[in-house]
């Protein structure tokens, strides 16, 4: 079953806490946090269709593609220097951009919004999508006050009018000026923004933040971008966090971050980064991913991070490690001796005669990543008769095959084994192989291939009813 677009377009200018407006500036992540929690979302991104899947079930087609996340997604991995990755991501989105922005027969002014922003950002014509104006479009949705409405109207909140003044300011379109003021008449007498343009003006930290980075691009905001400043800082936990709807969380926390650092407010900034750090798993396959709160962060522990979880992990990973740029010490944390390795061979299905190659990666004792270390290690086998130089293996007998890895400097070890098999037998190899330590605690390097025990464990938990468990979770669904 194929939602593509079930709650994301449904409720396209109803996202909250989920756009990482603000691009750092720099090449590559600045810290050794940025560059765990980028290597953990590059790992969440499929070959092939490029497209993270969310998922609604624990059914293998109960998964739809929120088009406004893998934007997101996109971007993040762009500012944290996975370029080559985040123009695949980019490109899928654009190649299904008419399901994104028109889908169940209405046409969405923040999914429209949303989509020209990135695509300025990165520097393409929004006005030119295979032929489609995307800014025309937008000021279509426009009604006399400035307001963007949805085609049928229905759904829409700041946080879309945000991305469609966003949007406008970026392309240079002179709307902006009417899309602008609409936004700002938005603002409450406290300097916060409200959700939705109705009924009484309560603050949200989501929408004041999203309005202030807005506002920034529109010409004549600069007092309205200050209140919100000024009031998203007198929402701040002494512990440097942010919420809404009453629970701290990454989400909310990280994009006042950005706001935060983007005009001049460094303490304030450097302390929600702070708390930010802690949420970050820091061992077992899914370290780099960051929770969206202590609760979650604290159940997770060093496990697998579930199928049905991965959405809100990546939700909140993508804009916290964003956030993690305004740490007060940007000095890359300096991994420690290596304490486990993974092991990768070339082949994991190799034929009597053939040669392979092993690699290994190393972790820390705190799980931080120590790098590849296979100029330092060195091998073994458990077939006498293999030939072993360097890092290259020669199976001179079909049966078997446990190899061995030692790193010299450490002496930690590291196994894998390799079914060899007659140099007759038909049939090519299945793929690249992964083998981890057999010290206590070891677990696969996050973004290696998954093991038959996963895969067999996975089953087990679904033939156990581990559906019916999870059914009905709630989860919040980006534009």
């Given at each position: 079953?194929?939602?593509p677009h079930l709650l994301g377009a449904a409720a396209a200018a109803l996202t909250l806490s989920t756009g990482a407006l603000i691009a750092p500036a720099m090449a590559a992540p600045a810290n050794d946090q940025q560059t765990d929690a980028a290597a953990w979302l590059a790992d969440q991104v499929p070959s092939g269709t490029h497209l993270f899947e969310s998922r609604y079930d624990a059914g293998p087609d109960d998964k739809f593609v929120d088009y406004g996340l893998n934007l997101d997604l996109q971007n993040a991995l762009r500012s944290l220097g996975h370029t080559a990755l985040a123009n695949q991501v980019y490109s899928a989105v654009i190649a299904n951009s008419a399901e994104y922005t028109d889908s169940w027969g209405t046409r969405y002014a923040g999914s429209i919004g949303k989509l020209a922003t990135y695509i300025e950002l990165k520097g393409d014509d929004s006005t030119n999508v295979s032929g489609r104006d995307l800014i025309a479009d937008l000021t279509a949705l426009m009604d006399g006050n400035g307001r963007f409405l949805n085609n049928p109207a229905g759904y829409e909140n700041n946080i879309g009018q945000s991305w469609g003044v966003r949007a406008l300011a970026l392309s240079g379109d002179s709307a902006v000026t009417a899309a602008a003021n609409f936004?700002?008449?938005?603002?409450?007498s406290?300097?916060?923004?409200?959700?939705?343009?109705?009924?009484?003006?309560?603050s949200s930290v989501d929408a004041t933040a999203f309005a202030a980075i807005a506002l920034t691009d529109a010409p004549g905001h600069s007092a309205d971008v200050a209140d919100a400043v000024a009031w998203l800082k007198s929402k701040q936990a002494a512990n440097g966090s942010l919420s809404d709807a009453g629970n701290p969380n990454s989400n909310s926390t990280g994009i006042a971050t950005l706001v935060f650092a983007a005009?001049?407010?460094?303490?304030?900034?450097?302390k929600a980064a702070g708390w930010i750090s802690?949420?970050?798993?820091t061992a077992g396959p899914d370290a780099g991913a960051i929770a969206s709160t202590p609760a979650d962060r604290s159940a997770q522990g060093s496990k697998a991070i579930?199928?049905?979880?991965?959405?809100?992990?990546v939700r909140a990973t993508f804009q916290a490690a964003l956030a993690l740029?305004?740490?007060?010490?940007?000095?890359?944390?300096?991994?420690?001796?290596?304490d486990t390795m993974t092991l990768k061979v070339s082949s994991s299905k190799p034929k009597q005669g053939q040669t392979i190659t092993v690699t290994a990666r190393g972790k820390d004792a705190d799980g931080r990543s120590t790098g590849d270390v296979s100029d330092d290690i060195e091998l073994a086998s458990s077939v006498d008769t293999d030939t072993i130089k360097g890092n290259r293996v020669t199976f001179n007998h079909a049966?078997?095959?446990?190899?061995?890895a030692t790193h010299v400097p450490t002496g930690t070890t590291a196994s894998i084994t390799v079914e060899v098999t007659p140099a007759a037998a038909a049939g090519g190899d299945s793929g690249a192989g992964q083998g981890s330590n057999t010290a206590a605690g070891a677990l696969p390097d996050a973004g290696s291939p998954v093991q038959p025990w996963l895969l067999g464990a996975a089953g087990a938990l679904v033939l156990m009813g581990v559906g019916l468990v999870l059914a009905g979770r709630a989860r919040r669904v980006a534009a």
């Open positions: 079953m194929k939602i936004l700002a008449g938005e603002q409450c406290d300097g916060g923004f409200r959700e939705t343009p109705a009924g009484t003006c309560t005009n001049g407010e460094t303490a304030a900034a450097e802690g949420l970050q798993l579930d199928a049905l979880d991965q959405d809100k992990w740029g305004s740490l007060a010490d940007n000095t890359p944390v300096q991994p420690g001796p290596v049966s078997p095959h446990t190899i061995t």
